[in-house]
């Protein structure tokens, strides 16, 4: 028998043992082995090399492998045995579909994307995990790559809509980035009539060779009825939706309200003071309370989260359901919560007049609006008012509030006395702040839209904001004092490619990007100053917002580049969000004082949840955007023919986008709808220009529109220039119809 290497130590053979009676060489191990091994290993070969002899061990190490190959950290070849990808020059990642049918291979190990054609995307669907080797390049000069295995289908069923033509029957997907049919056979159509959006099972994948095929499960209705926009994006994007039944068995033991042996165990009693919750009108789950008193020389600052973590237990049922959704997710007029509304409408909401288990970040801040010092305990508050932002804005700045609220006003100006300290230091610091419009949707019977408004964020929304930023911010100093592993929430500086195309573009219009070799948020900041007053400041705000990372979850702190802070975690929403909940779980298990190496999560599994809940929290901003382009384009129905302004928000080769003033509905002019003059994309200046007449499109040029076409399955909107604006579109044009 070959002896098992000694080159190589493992790492994890503690935590393995920890695991399992009979443990083998963790997954760390077996992929040092085969990067250090010159040849590919069969499975019988690699037993004997890591010294597994019995056959219990030799079947975990089978499950193992086979597991590693489904997570793509091996390949298996029919021949020759186990390898590596990368040194088969295989690259593992995800599949994103286009509309127009072919797509692209995002890497898992972020290097550049790999082109998919049309044939190359017959056997996959978007959001596939496969294998591809790469074959080229396309006309484009793109990596071009063919899928040489698919490793995970991640579209067991879709929703679609069903047609039935020539005695065919098929379902046409509604999530426009899989472009393949899907068959469907006359017993397998559930008495489906042609026109109705269905939810299919896929029970053939297709090939290379083969369409797929499938059978509809549920007929969710017929096209157009109210509220099926949602129910088509959860299915859309497999969000959970059903409480299993064993999460309902764990919701009938849970309490209706707080009993007296929960207020035992060090639970700090602050009953008595004047804690308020500040929401919008119609929130229901209520993460936070706050209270704020001024002390001689300094202020303290108590915000009273929700005690989730002691309602959940890891690995209950309830927490697996709730990691598997990740976080809450917000339609117009509806949410898909995170957890059961038993507790996050109920139990674990800071409702007024009722008491509720919170976990208390109280901290001192200077007259200077440093974070002097803070502390962590578990505690039971007494909301004293549910209160809404619009009216304590209101309140502020009258400097009066009702009389039902006169005994509480006070508290709400100490609150407002430390936010404008906190908002003084965070300019300072340099932190970025775009100011970005965000709409509400108003409804009217039968869920029919009546009006798209836009969100002010008043003095209330940024007062609780800095509250709730400092307590993340106290949360992340204190988990990194103790070496907890726990997921940051990380956001990384521009990168180099992006920063040369920003000061290229900001030195066409005479500016000067602050930053030299390393960028600073205060450079941002700066800049957005200087152009606060430029007519072009829309233009320049957006290409600035497009050059930024975006922010993840990750259990390694790299700062947050944005909020200038050298660490910052997510602590005061634990009703909504699944990271949240972990941080809570880490400050109790610091305040119980046990060792960072015996906490429930160990670092390969937060890795595995930051990259988990990053993707959920990106799939409901997905899913939640999809609706409301759904539901726009439903809006716009009626309108088409009719003229308004607008303004252009992106520019690209195929066209720009305008958004309509006042009524905040986005739409293309596609680039062949421009009559008279081929135009070309000038990627740096952001700008469409015509060869002939030297006609500018840029983004903030206002202009005037004709609604030319809706499209309802494929949320798109098509406007059509009206060319008497065309030459003014830097200056103001005539008044057109505003929607009412």
């Not at 037993?47 to 499950?63: H, I, P, V």
């Not at 021949?79 to 898992?108: A, Q, S, T, W």
């Not at 109280?362 to 974070?371: A, P, Q, V, Y």
């Not at 030297?694 to 529109?705: C, E, N, P, S, W």
Request: aromatic share 8%; glycine share 4%; hydrophobic share 35%.
């Amino acid at each position: 028998m070959v002896k098992r290497s000694k080159s190589i130590v493992d790492p994890h053979a503690a935590r393995e043992a920890r695991k399992y009676d009979n443990p083998i060489p963790s997954r760390e191990y077996i992929l040092d082995y085969l990067k250090k091994c010159d040849h590919l290993i069969k499975r019988k070969e690699l037993s004997q090399q890591l010294g597994l002899t019995d056959s219990e061990q030799q079947e975990a190490l089978r499950r193992r492998l086979r597991a590693m190959e489904r997570d793509g950290q091996i390949v298996l070849t029919r021949h020759e045995g186990y390898g590596l990808p990368d040194k088969m020059n295989l690259v593992r990642g995800r599949v994103i579909g286009h509309r127009d049918g072919f797509g692209f291979l995002v890497p898992d190990d972020g290097s550049d994307d790999l082109y998919l054609s049309a044939r190359q995307m017959q056997c996959v669907f978007h959001g596939d995990r496969v294998l591809a080797r790469v074959i080229g390049t396309d006309r484009r000069h793109r990596r071009e790559g063919a899928i040489t295995e698919v490793l995970e289908r991640n579209t067991p069923s879709l929703v679609g809509r069903f047609f039935k033509e020539k005695g065919v029957a098929f379902v046409v997907p509604s999530n426009n980035r899989i472009t393949q049919d899907i068959l469907i056979s006359v017993d397998d159509s559930n008495a489906a009539i042609s026109g109705q959006i269905v939810v299919v099972e896929v029970t053939q994948f297709p090939s290379f060779r083969q369409q797929a095929i499938g059978r509809i499960t549920e007929i969710l209705g017929e096209h157009m009825a109210p509220g099926l926009e949602i129910e088509i994006a959860i299915r859309n994007y497999n969000l959970p939706h059903v409480w299993p039944d064993s999460v309902k068995k764990e919701i009938e033991a849970l309490p209706t309200d707080v009993l007296p042996h929960d207020e035992q165990n060090d639970r700090i009693d602050l009953k008595a003071l004047p804690f308020v919750t500040i929401d919008g009108a119609d929130a229901k789950d209520f993460d936070d309370a706050v209270y704020c008193e001024p002390q001689k020389k300094q202020w303290r600052l108590i915000v009273a989260i929700a005690d989730v973590s002691y309602y959940i237990n890891p690995q209950s049922e309830l927490d697996k359901e709730a990691e598997a959704r990740g976080n809450s997710v917000y339609f117009p007029n509806s949410v898909l919560p995170m957890l059961p509304e038993v507790l996050s409408n109920e139990l674990c909401s800071l409702k007024p007049n009722v008491d509720r288990l919170c976990m208390v970040c109280d901290m001192l801040i200077s007259n200077h609006g440093e974070l002097k010092r803070f502390k962590f305990y578990p505690a039971t508050i007494h909301s004293k008012a549910r209160l809404i932002y619009n009216d304590v804005s209101a309140w502020l700045e009258a400097n009066k509030s009702p009389s039902n609220y006169k005994n509480l006003f006070p508290h709400l100006q100490n609150l407002h006395r430390l936010y404008q300290l906190l908002r003084q230091v965070r300019e300072a610091r340099g932190a970025i702040d775009f100011e970005t419009t965000e709409t509400q949707v108003i409804f009217g019977p039968n869920r029919k839209i009546e009006q798209i408004i836009p969100t002010v964020r008043t003095v209330a929304h940024r007062m609780i904001e800095e509250c709730m930023l400092l307590a993340n911010v106290a949360a992340a100093k204190c988990l990194l004092k103790a070496k907890i592993p726990i997921l940051y929430r990380i956001h990384a500086p521009p990168v180099a490619e992006k920063l040369i195309d920003l000061k290229r573009f900001l030195a066409e219009l005479g500016l000067r990007f602050p930053g030299k070799q390393q960028v600073k948020p205060e450079d941002y900041s700066h800049l957005l100053k200087i152009i606060e007053k430029r007519p072009d400041a829309h233009l320049i705000q957006t290409v600035l917002l497009r050059s930024l990372s975006q922010a993840i979850y990750s259990p390694d702190n790299k700062g947050h580049f944005g909020l200038a802070f050298d660490a910052y975690t997510h602590f005061t929403s634990p009703i909504r969000r699944y990271p949240d909940l972990m941080v809570h779980r880490a400050i109790r298990h610091v305040l119980a004082k046990r060792k960072p190496q015996n906490f429930f999560y160990d670092k390969i599994t937060m890795v595995r949840l930051g990259e988990h809940c990053s993707t959920t929290e990106r799939r409901a901003d997905e899913a939640t955007r999809e609706v409301l382009d759904w539901l726009k384009c439903e809006y716009m129905r009626d309108s088409v023919g009719e003229i308004f302004n607008g303004i252009i928000t992106h520019v690209t080769g195929f066209g720009f986008f305008v958004e309509l003033e006042n009524i905040y509905v986005e739409g293309l002019v596609h680039v062949s709808a421009l009559h008279n003059d081929y135009y070309q994309f000038d990627a740096n200046r952001h700008c469409l220009q015509g060869e002939r007449t030297g006609i500018k499109y840029r983004i903030g040029d206002r202009l005037a529109v004709r609604v030319g076409r809706v499209d309802l399955d494929q949320r798109k909107i098509d406007f059509e220039l009206i060319e008497s604006t065309v030459q003014k579109t830097s200056k103001k044009i005539k008044k057109v119809k505003k929607r009412k």
